[in-house]
């Protein structure tokens, strides 16, 4: 699982993909942690950038993603 280094923490994660409509493209998570305020935006958008190119189904099909970037 992803470490919780800066934003890059699962729980930060998930706060920036809040309100997400599930299923999602990596754009679709990309550009709504990117509208999102908070001092670890940058980092939640970095890690969403090194996810594969595909659709996710749920938040916890980005979460195993996301550990695997990690």
């Known amino acids: 699982m992803a470490r919780g280094v800066g934003g890059r923490g699962p729980a930060n994660i998930m706060q920036h993909l809040k309100g997400v409509d599930f299923p999602a493209s990596k754009d679709?998570?990309?550009?709504?942690?990117s509208m999102t305020e908070g001092p670890d935006t940058g980092d939640v958008v970095n890690v969403l950038q090194q996810i594969d190119d595909?659709?996710?189904?749920?938040?916890?099909?980005?979460m195993e993603q996301v550990g695997q970037v990690e």
């Open 54 to 62: 595909r659709e996710y189904q749920s938040p916890a099909d980005v």
């Open 28 to 33: 679709d998570l990309i550009d709504h942690a």
